[in-house]
């Protein structure tokens, strides 16, 4: 398993470059970028997403924020993060953790 750093992007390039990556993870052939199936499988399993998950959380945390809320088909992964489901749309689960 890597090591995976966290910092915020100040600068047009760094932009490009972490978006360049996600192509690079995500693929820029799928039509929609949601799901495990979209992820290049080189890329699973490294706790990529949920080192990305704890940086947000922790970050909203420290700007004030009292809780999280998404929307995802995903199930499993994000009740593993400690979100619960409040309610579904558009055959999506919307998501909340209380910080």
Same mark, same amino acid.
């Given at each position: 398993?890597?090591?995976?750093?966290?910092?915020?992007? @100040?600068?047009?390039?760094?932009?490009? @470059?972490?978006?360049?990556?996600?192509?690079?993870?995500?693929?820029?052939?799928?039509?929609?970028?949601?799901?495990?199936?979209?992820?290049?499988?080189?890329y699973r399993r490294q706790g990529i997403t949920k080192a990305l998950m704890a940086y947000f959380e922790e970050l909203a945390r420290k700007k004030g924020f009292r809780y999280i809320?998404?929307?995802?088909?995903?199930?499993?992964?994000?009740e593993k993060c400690g979100y619960q489901v409040i309610f579904q749309v558009h055959e999506q689960n919307i998501y909340q953790k209380v910080l």
């Open positions: 398993m890597s090591t995976v750093v966290m910092k915020e992007i @100040e600068t047009e390039r760094e932009l490009r @470059e972490v978006l360049d990556l996600c192509y690079d993870i995500l693929g820029t052939d799928h039509a929609e970028l949601y799901g495990y199936e979209a992820c290049r499988e080189n809320t998404l929307g995802s088909k995903e199930d499993a992964f994000y």
